[in-house]
C-alpha cells in the first residue's frame, strides 16, 4: 500500500479506531481495547460521554462559529465558570494547549515591558515540555523537540526541575526575570511531580521579585490529579494558569486564565484567535467542566490514583527491573530501570492501550469515569505483561 499522503510528524500504529465508549475504543476490526492514554489526558470522561455529545450536537444545529468580533454567550458563561473554579480573573480562549502557552508567553512579557525591562526573560525548567509552536518549543526543556528549529525564540532561561539553589542564583544574577512557567506535574518529561515545597518557594520568589507565576495545566488540568486545576492540592496561587487537552474531552479548545494585573494586560488588538472560544467549543467544555463539577470527577480521580498505585506497588514494588512508580491522581508514571518502548505494542496485543515516554516512563492517563473495576483490570493487565516481558516469573499467572 502507498504511504498515505501525510507529513510524517508520528510514528503511527497499524490500528485505526471506528467508535468508543466510556473507558473502551473499538477497531475497524470489531476488537476492543481499554483506553489507558484517553488520547494523551484529553478524553477524562471517557469517549462519546452523553453529555458531551448531547452539548456538541444542539449547538451544532444552532450556531457553529461566530466570530471574536461579536458576544459569544457560552464563551462568557465557560469563561466564568472556570474563573470559579480556578479563582482566576479572566479567560483567553484558543484551540490547542500550545496556543494557550503562547498567550501565557505573551503577557509575561507585556508584564515584563510595563515594568521597564526591554528583553523580559522567563525562567523555564530543565525536562519542560510546552508544545510545538516556535515560542513553546524553546520553552519547552527536549532538545529533540527543537532540533532542527533553530533559531529558537529567545527569552527563556532555563532551570533544574525541583532545585532551589538554581533558582536562588537566578533570582540573585539576571534582573531580565518577568515570570516562571511549569508545569505541576511533569507528563512528557516523565510524570514527575513538583515537591510540594519546591512550588511554594517558587511562588515566594514570584512574589518577592513580582514575577508572573505561570502553571501550563494543558496536561494536568480539568479534575486530573486531585483536583480541578493541580495547583489547588499544593495550596499556591498562580498568575496565570493555562489549560487545554481535557478541556473540550476532544473537541479542541485551549484556555489562558490570568488574575491580578496579568489580566489586564491585553488590550483589543494585542492577542487573537479565529476560532477560539467560538460557541461550538465553548458548548462542549461548559458540558465537560459541569460534569467534573457535579459528580465530583476530581475526587474520583484521586481515590482511583490511589487505588491504582497501591496495586502497582504491591504487585510490583521492590521488583529488581523497576525504579519507581509515581504519579498524582490520574497521570502515573511506573519508571522501568531499561528502556521499554515495546511494550506498546504488546499491550496493544493484550487490548491495552498505554503510553511510554522518556524511553522508560510507563504513562497512564486513563478515563476519570473509571469504575473500580476498570481500575483493577488495567492493574492486574498491565502488572501481568511488565512481569512477562520483564521475565519475571515470581508471580506469573498460570
Ligand atoms: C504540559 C503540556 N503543555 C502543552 C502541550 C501542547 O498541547 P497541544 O498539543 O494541545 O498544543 C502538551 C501536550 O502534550 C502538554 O502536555
Not at 525562567?123 to 516556535?134: D, K, P, Q, S, Y
Not at 529567545?154 to 511549569?182: C, M, Q, W, Y
Request: a neutral charge; one cysteine or more.
Amino acid at each position: 500500500m502507498p504511504a498515505a499522503p501525510l507529513m510524517s510528524t508520528y510514528g503511527r500504529l497499524p490500528i485505526s479506531f471506528s467508535r468508543g465508549e466510556g473507558c473502551w475504543l473499538y477497531d475497524t476490526n470489531g476488537n476492543r481495547y481499554f483506553d489507558a492514554i484517553s488520547g494523551i489526558a484529553v478524553c477524562g470522561l471517557g469517549h462519546s460521554h452523553p453529555a458531551v455529545t448531547d452539548a456538541i450536537t444542539k449547538q451544532a444545529a444552532q450556531l457553529t462559529h461566530c466570530s471574536n468580533l461579536f458576544k459569544i454567550p457560552n464563551q462568557e458563561s465557560l469563561g466564568e465558570l472556570l474563573c470559579k473554579v480556578s479563582g482566576m480573573d479572566n479567560a483567553f480562549f484558543c484551540n490547542s494547549g500550545a496556543e494557550a502557552n503562547e498567550a501565557a508567553i505573551k503577557l509575561a512579557r507585556l508584564h515584563g515591558k510595563k515594568r521597564g525591562i526591554e528583553n523580559p526573560a522567563i525562567i523555564v525548567m530543565e525536562n519542560a515540555f510546552h508544545g510545538r509552536t516556535l515560542a513553546t518549543l524553546s520553552a519547552s526543556g527536549n532538545r529533540k523537540v527543537q532540533a532542527g528549529f533553530e533559531p529558537l525564540v529567545r527569552g527563556f532561561v532555563r532551570t533544574p526541575f525541583n532545585d532551589t539553589k538554581t533558582l536562588e542564583h537566578i533570582a540573585d544574577s539576571n534582573s531580565n526575570v518577568v515570570a516562571v512557567f511549569l508545569e505541576p506535574v511533569q507528563g512528557e518529561g516523565g510524570v514527575t511531580p513538583a515537591d510540594a515545597e519546591y512550588l511554594k518557594y517558587v511562588e515566594k520568589v514570584c512574589r518577592e521579585h513580582e514575577w508572573l507565576l505561570m502553571l501550563d495545566e494543558v496536561q494536568t488540568g480539568n479534575g486530573r490529579t486531585g483536583s480541578y486545576f493541580a495547583f489547588q492540592e499544593y495550596g499556591i496561587h498562580p498568575d496565570v494558569v493555562t489549560t487545554a487537552k481535557g478541556l473540550g474531552n476532544g473537541f479542541p479548545i485551549g484556555a489562558c486564565l490570568a488574575r491580578g494585573s496579568a489580566a489586564e494586560a491585553f488590550h483589543p488588538g494585542s492577542h487573537g484567535s479565529t476560532f477560539g472560544g467560538n460557541p461550538l467549543a465553548c458548548a462542549a467544555a461548559l458540558a465537560v467542566v459541569q460534569t467534573i463539577q457535579k459528580q465530583n470527577l476530581s475526587n474520583r480521580a484521586r481515590e482511583l490514583g490511589e487505588r491504582l498505585i497501591s496495586q502497582f506497588e504491591s504487585q510490583l514494588g521492590g521488583a529488581d527491573y523497576i525504579k519507581q512508580i509515581r504519579g498524582k491522581g490520574l497521570m502515573i508514571g511506573i519508571e522501568m530501570k531499561e528502556p521499554c518502548p515495546e511494550l506498546v505494542p504488546l499491550a496493544q496485543a493484550q487490548g491495552l492501550l498505554i503510553n511510554v515516554t522518556q524511553d522508560k516512563v510507563i504513562r497512564l492517563l486513563p478515563p476519570l469515569v473509571m469504575s473500580d473495576a476498570d481500575a483493577d483490570y488495567l492493574a492486574n493487565t498491565l502488572c501481568t505483561l511488565i512481569k512477562l516481558y520483564a521475565g519475571d516469573d515470581r508471580k506469573r499467572p498460570r
